[in-house]
């Protein structure tokens, strides 16, 4: 078989599948493990694919549309539980917070800390419904139209969150690179969260390994505005290795 018929047949499974594993490639096309990994990375070079530690994933589109409900407020896959696990760390005595409405946000609440008092600021109802039941947290909803994409992002959100100050922000988006810093699928959704970062003392990113590399529609702030980004282990070395040395603190989130 030839590498071009090998490469389409790669990409046919990837759409099919949503993610394929070079070992398993290797023992089904009956080549090295190097092989595969060599196509993997031309295929990345020609932007048909984004590579992980053991195999691929589909390249983001740079808009994402509406997440249906079921997904978004699920249990997460093991790589978003392990990196909301290590944020949730980050939330101290007394701390001021704001915890968005994305699905990373709300596996984070599973992890938040019962044995201290702390304030949360969140932008979506799903979210403000659940903190309610916690006695130890004082929580407050930006006010403004609600919508139930990306919670409360309109322009009165954002004067509404002009007038706070926040200790730690908890933010995401659709991806996060070196170039491109963090961004997201709308312009708006992009425009709230950069308000957030600019009433904020600490800035954590909080981005599984599929987002990291990804750039999306609409910028939202840039790698000098973020203090940490929390990702997991099968996020590309490569990228990790050029936002740290734009400064960013990286931390990556072990499997378990």
């Not at 096309?29 to 092989?35: A, L, R, Y």
């Not at 139209?145 to 954002?158: N, Q, R």
Request: glycine residues 8%.
């Amino acid at each position: 078989m030839f590498a071009e018929e090998r490469r389409e047949q790669i990409l046919s499974k990837l759409k099919s599948l949503g993610r394929v594993f070079a070992k398993e490639l290797a023992e089904e096309f009956q080549v090295s493990i190097d092989t595969i990994r060599r196509d993997l990375t031309t295929m990345e070079e020609d932007g048909l694919l984004k590579r992980t530690h053991g195999g691929a994933v589909p390249l983001s589109k740079v808009r994402r549309f509406p997440m249906d409900d079921r997904i978004r407020y699920s249990e997460g896959t093991e790589h978003q539980n392990a990196v909301a696990k290590l944020a949730a760390s980050y939330i101290e005595q007394g701390d001021t917070l704001f915890i968005g409405g994305a699905s990373i946000h709300y596996i984070l609440l599973k992890f938040i800390p019962a044995d201290r008092d702390y304030t949360v600021v969140t932008n979506s109802l799903v979210i403000a419904e659940k903190l309610k039941h916690h006695s130890n947290i004082e929580t407050y909803i930006v006010c403004g139209k609600v919508k139930s994409e990306e919670g409360i992002v309109d322009p009165l959100a954002i004067e509404f969150i002009k007038t706070l100050r926040i200790d730690t922000a908890f933010l995401t988006g659709g991806g996060i690179s070196a170039k491109h810093g963090l961004s997201s699928s709308t312009p708006e959704g992009a425009i709230f969260q950069r308000a957030v970062a600019e009433v904020s003392r600490h800035k954590i990113c909080l981005a599984n390994f599929d987002k990291v590399g990804t750039e999306f529609f609409a910028r939202t702030v840039g790698l000098n505005n973020l203090d940490v980004l929390i990702t997991d282990w099968e996020a590309p070395d490569e990228e990790i290795e050029k936002i740290r040395q734009m400064g960013v603190k990286v931390l990556v989130a072990e499997e378990h």
